[in-house]
């Protein structure tokens, strides 16, 4: 690749990093610029998930350096998420996703409204509505095989996983979602690896722009809390299922 075309794609990478360690939505980003720069769709996933892990561990060091989860604790619940993505990922390759690329719209309009206009959302803890077993087996695994399989809109649905049924406040809801995306990010990522779909210098300074942009973003995050957070999920969650109808 020429130099300007590996610039734009680490500076797709810092704004990427940034959005997804406050609302996720990063791949809406940084995959349509992989594919602009010539790559094709399966490496460019796989890359993709290089420099993605940058991004969500960035974010998650940031979040829990400032005690905004406990990573021992989450540390099983994280393995989960790894397992459910790894084998999501290898079942994209025999399965179909027309349904989930039909479907995926629909679901990310609904989570923009809840979060639009569900009232007394904050960084206050709320009640929960499942147990922790519950949500850590059924949920976690779930939603990470979704990320192996299809893809976006994931962190977006931890967040709406964590808010309405854990009860966590936004910005708690926000930390434990950068953890379990990098856990499915790190699924994915093993499974393209050994598959060779990587081209690993792009995706190596793409990572280091995406670590910068995530921890601003993190920053960003935890000094505004649920006010910031919550509009800019909103516009994410709009803009890549607009994406999506488009396509």
Known sequence: MTLDIVLFLVAAAFVAGYVDAVAGGGGLITIPALLLAGVDP??????????????????????AAKGHMNLKEQAPVAVLSFLGAALGALAARILPTAILENGLP???????????????????????????AVFAFTLVPLIGAYDGLFGPGTGSFFMLAFVALAGYGVLKATAHT???????????FAVFALAGSVIWKIGLAM??????GARLGAMTAMRFG???IRPLLVVVCLALAIKLLWQ
């Not at 399966?42 to 979040?63: C, D, E, M, P, R």
């Not at 990572?207 to 910068?212: C, L, M, R, S």
């Open 42 to 63: 399966l490496t460019a996933l796989g890359t993709n998930k290089v420099q993605s892990l940058f991004g969500s561990g960035s974010a998650t060091i940031a979040y």
């Open 106 to 132: 629909f679901l990310l309009i609904a989570v923009a409204l809840f979060f639009a206009f569900k009232p007394g959302l904050s960084d206050t803890d709320a009640e929960r509505r499942i147990s922790p």
């Open 178 to 188: 950068k953890l379990l995306n990098f856990a499915s990010n790190l699924g994915g």
């Open 207 to 212: 990572g280091v722009a995406q670590f910068i």
């Open 226 to 228: 649920a006010k910031f």
